[in-house]
């Protein structure tokens, strides 16, 4: 120990430049984990006709597809919050919670708890993810609006990164789409945990 | 008081040195309690970080399958990356510029860290501009360089791989990284400001220390010149009374010495006539002592004369006789007449510098002194008794006359006395003996001190100068050759 003491301070120099390539590579490995989108799976172009779920028919409806205990996901239902509370069309909100086959009860976590606060949001479960499937979304935090007459408005993600709140190109088009009825051209990738097909 | 002064006078040249290396004390000392102090946030943080990680985002999901969410060994490595080698630093160079600049960079790159592992919660950015104010506890605005550097390249990269992460956007004008920079830099400015200020005033601090330092220090020259005076003064006058004593003594000298010197003159006749009658001119008559008994009875009613005369002498203050008188055969005939039981050592070097002196006076001192010391020895002593009476030369030319004893030591109330006249501790002193030695050195332009230990013994120093005379002969002579 008193040796590495020695070593260190004799090549200090050396030493601070090989702990800011450490902490340099390491911030990356954190950014571009961050940045590595989810599945986008593929999601249906129109409302499925054998959706368990009711669209609305007079506004549009928002779906969001979670994994109740993906930690991700909490930063896309802060982001939802934010697009209820900003858009000018009040649509149509549901969060889909993946839940066991065999739930026997409501999944309860942060995620979902919080989810159930937010003002004009409809939290409904998903057993066996089957409404998941039929609308083909594959990562939590997926989102998925549809206009009154079934037709897809947006498909993407609503987060920049991976579990990040702030400014992002999701939200701005889901925003735009309920604020002004613009339809993006793109969609945004989905941050969030893998839904998985046996859940 | 002491602040009055100080920011009315204008501070030397001295105080301003001073003030230079206490400013450095504290500064050195502030950097060094601020790289603690960060130590043990950096550490706190990681412990922070990793609870949050555990708490919010254990796990990541594949549907009903669970994996350790990369927040995790990101806190514990990625954070213990952070911690580890500033604190490191922190503990084992603090105070050391390159310490705090880590220390700058880690701070600022555990905000972006934090950022991440929160969820990018705007709240969390706050630790960014709390983290630029920590810093500024070093009150060294350099460090705000490597810790805007760092914002500025996390946000130069990002926006070049990652854009979204930090703008919201994917195609983000080239200068946005410069908005978030520029609120940075607009702390910066403040904190710049204020760490230039709280320098300013750290080295207004210094120099009134300084100058309240430096007249703590003349209040103390002049209080040590007080006390100077006072013992000079206390010395003059117990001088005065030991004066006013020896004129009493003188007199009284005078006329007791002037009584006993005619019976001791007949005692000695009388003496002289019954030796001669005994002896009849044989020195070994039927028993060999008688004659040397005659002898020293004559011999010491002469030192009872001479005593007596040096006493008239001392008392009518008689100037010494100087003539060269070698130091050793001094010694060995003061140890003739001192009958003990004391090993007594003469130890003079033979080559010790031959002083003009009175003989009479120094055998005199060199008598009083180890009598002295024999007489204070203890009868426990007696075992180990001894007195030895040594000299050295001096690099002025003269020597230093000692004798020293193991007689157990002088307490320090009596050797502050021991040289005043008619002071003694003995039950059948006279409180003379030492008393004619101070004078008698005195007058040879000599000094005389007593070192005593308790418990071990003493030792009389008398500090002789080569006379003037001496010296002058020998410069001449020198400067002749």
């Not at chain 1, 930690?71 to 858009?87: G, K, N, Y």
């Not at chain 2, 880590?102 to 600022?108: G, H, K, T, Y």
């Not at chain 2, 003269?398 to 021991?418: F, H, K, Q, T």
Request: contains cysteine; glycine residues 8%; neutral net charge.
């Amino acid at each position: 120990m008193r040796f590495l003491v020695a070593w260190l301070h004799r090549h200090l120099v050396f030493a601070i430049a090989a702990w800011a390539l450490l902490v340099g590579a390491s911030l990356i490995a954190l950014f571009e984990y961050k940045g590595r989108p989810g599945s986008d799976g593929h999601p249906s172009v129109a409302w499925p006709e054998a959706a368990g779920l009711e669209r609305a028919t007079d506004r549009p409806t928002l779906l969001m597809f979670i994994h109740p205990e993906c930690p991700c996901t909490r930063a896309s239902i802060e982001e939802l919050a934010l697009i209820v509370d900003r858009s000018d069309v009040r649509a149509r909100a549901l969060v889909v919670v993946m839940t066991s086959e065999a739930a026997a009860a409501p999944v309860s976590t942060a995620t979902v708890d919080r989810a159930r606060m937010l003002p004009g949001v409809e939290v409904v479960f998903d057993p066996g993810g089957v409404e998941a499937a039929r609308f083909g979304a594959e990562t939590s935090g997926h989102v998925l609006v549809f206009s009154p007459n079934g037709e897809r408005l947006y498909t993407g993600g609503v987060t920049g990164s991976r579990g990040h709140q702030g400014d992002n190109f999701g939200r701005a088009q889901v925003l735009a789409l309920l604020t002004t009825g613009a339809k993006g051209a793109a969609a945004a990738h989905v941050y969030g945990c893998a839904l998985g097909n046996d859940t | 008081m002491s602040t009055t002064i100080a920011q009315t006078s204008t501070p030397d040249e001295a105080a301003l040195e001073r003030a230079g290396e206490l400013f450095r004390e504290r500064e050195t000392d502030l950097h060094r309690r601020t790289d603690r102090l960060f130590a043990y946030l950096l550490v706190a943080q990681w412990v922070f970080a990793i609870a949050i990680a555990v708490t919010i985002s254990p796990y990541a999901w594949t549907g009903k399958v669970r994996a350790i969410h990369a927040h995790v060994p990101m806190a514990i490595f990625g954070g213990g990356l952070l911690t580890a080698f500033p604190t490191f630093l922190a503990l084992s160079r603090p105070g050391a510029p390159s310490t705090r600049y880590v220390i700058a960079v880690a701070q600022m790159l555990w905000s972006a860290l934090l950022i991440h592992l929160t969820g990018g919660r705007i709240e969390t950015h706050f630790h960014v501009f709390g983290s630029l104010a920590f810093l500024s506890v070093y009150r060294d605005y350099r460090v705000f360089f490597p810790a805007t550097v760092v914002v500025v390249i996390d946000h130069v990269l990002r926006q070049a791989l990652w854009p979204e992460s930090a703008f919201g956007t994917t195609t983000p004008e080239a200068w946005r990284f410069l908005e978030h920079a520029g609120w940075v830099l607009f702390e910066d400015a403040f904190l710049v400001i204020a760490c230039i200020s709280a320098r300013k005033e750290m080295y207004a601090a210094a120099v009134r220390q300084a100058q309240v330092e430096s007249l703590s220090r003349l209040d103390q020259a002049k209080t040590i010149e007080l006390d100077t005076a006072l013992r000079e003064l206390e010395a003059s006058q117990v001088a005065q009374l030991r004066s006013e004593r020896l004129a009493v003594l003188g007199k009284l000298a005078a006329s007791m010495g002037h009584e006993l010197r005619n019976p001791l003159a007949a005692v000695r006749n009388a003496n002289a006539y019954v030796a001669r009658r005994v002896l009849g001119g044989n020195e070994t008559p039927w028993d060999p002592k008688v004659a040397q008994f005659f002898a020293i009875i004559d011999k010491e009613i002469g030192a009872c004369g001479k005593i007596i005369s040096d006493l008239l002498d001392f008392a009518r203050g008689r100037e010494p006789t100087r003539a060269p008188c070698p130091l050793r055969p001094v010694v060995d005939d003061a140890f003739s007449v001192i009958p003990t039981k004391v090993a007594l050592e003469n130890a003079v070097p033979e080559d010790l510098p031959v002083l003009d002196l009175d003989r009479d006076q120094m055998r005199q001192v060199v008598i009083n002194l180890v009598q002295n010391a024999v007489e204070a020895m203890p009868e426990t002593r007696m075992a180990t008794a001894r007195v030895v009476v040594s000299a050295r030369t001096l690099p002025s030319g003269g020597y230093v006359l000692e004798v020293r004893d193991n007689a157990g030591g002088i307490p320090d109330d009596v050797a502050s006395r021991i040289f005043e006249p008619l002071f003694t501790t003995k039950t059948t002193g006279t409180g003379l003996g030492l008393a004619i030695v101070a004078s008698m050195v005195e007058r040879h332009g000599g000094k005389i001190r007593v070192d005593s230990q308790l418990g071990e013994g003493s030792c009389f120093s008398i500090e002789l100068p080569r006379d003037r005379a001496a010296i002058a002969t020998a410069a001449l002579m020198q400067g002749g050759a």
